[in-house]
């Protein structure tokens, strides 16, 4: 026979026992919790990001820090015109084949590395991101050059034999310019791509100068070598403006900081006939807040 103390005593054991399981599992299970939450965390940090459940806001005020690498197309173009038109003025030449409509210097391309700076603000629909920044840009250097000689024969009307040689030389520095864009972008995640279009406006150094001579032939005549004076342009710190446009893409690294690549092409207004257009790559970091 059992006695019924003995059996309200291993009952009671039992459900303390029992009761230090469940108290241990829910512990166990606590701690797997806490351990791969902070391995995640863990994992974000040493990644450079954060956490994905976390949403990605951009709008707010935004700037940052760019560097990148341009290459500068000069077309020198009619550049030459005015001078030549000037030196031949009221001569049968000029009236009859029109040698300062010659192009005179070739196209040229150079590359330099730019840095700068911008600031801009922006407005978020979920994920359709919309806003402007100005930005400055100081290339290292972004200077073009060219020369060229063009030499033509021509017979005027009363038989004359003219042969033409128009040498010329061109000069252009982009000093520094300064963009104005609206942009508007489509958020996914930590990644924006973004299109721009606005207006930029750069300041310029150019040089330009012709020197024209002509030997004359008449019919049945000795040559004759006209050496006319040399004609030169020059300006220093002239403003040219003209439309911008770029694509890019902005990644998300912490809640506040993020990196930027983009590609930017501005085409500014004629100087004198010199058509100058300026792409660009670039890096950037930026702070929003």
């Not at 000689?149 to 300064?178: F, M």
């Not at 930029?200 to 150094?205: S, W």
Request: glycine residues 10%.
């Amino acid at each position: 026979m059992i006695c019924p103390c003995h059996v309200s005593a291993a009952s009671g054991r039992r459900r303390q026992t029992l009761r230090a399981g469940a108290v241990f599992t829910v512990l166990l299970t606590s701690g797997m919790a806490e351990r791969a939450t902070a391995a995640d965390w863990v994992d974000d940090a040493l990644r450079g990001s954060y956490s994905s459940k976390a949403p990605v806001r951009w709008d707010g005020i935004h700037f940052g820090v760019q560097m990148g690498l341009s290459s500068m197309n000069t077309n020198y173009g009619d550049s030459t015109s005015s001078q030549v038109a000037y030196t031949l003025r009221e001569t049968a030449l000029e009236a009859q084949y029109a040698p300062s409509t010659w192009t005179a210097l070739p196209i040229d391309i150079t590359n330099g590395r730019q840095y700068g700076a911008f600031i801009g603000y922006s407005m978020q629909w979920q994920e359709l991101v919309l806003g402007f920044d100005v930005a400055y840009n100081k290339p290292s250097k972004l200077e073009s050059s060219a020369s060229d000689t063009i030499s033509r024969q021509v017979t005027l009307s009363d038989g004359t034999l003219d042969a033409v040689t128009i040498a010329a030389r061109g000069n252009v520095k982009l000093i520094d310019y300064a963009t104005v864009r609206a942009r508007a972008g489509y958020a996914f995640g930590q990644f924006l791509p973004y299109a721009v279009i606005g207006v930029a406006v750069g300041r310029f150094n150019y040089s330009i100068s012709t020197d024209v001579t002509v030997d004359q032939t008449p019919s049945g005549g000795a040559t004759t070598r006209f050496v006319f004076p040399t004609v030169t342009q020059s300006r220093n710190g002239i403003v040219s403006a003209g439309p911008v446009f770029g694509l890019g893409m902005d990644v998300a690294v912490l809640p506040n900081v993020f990196l930027r690549a983009e590609w930017e092409y501005a085409a500014f207004a004629p100087l004198s006939g010199i058509r100058a257009g300026v792409n660009t790559g670039r890096v950037a970091v930026g702070m929003r807040f």
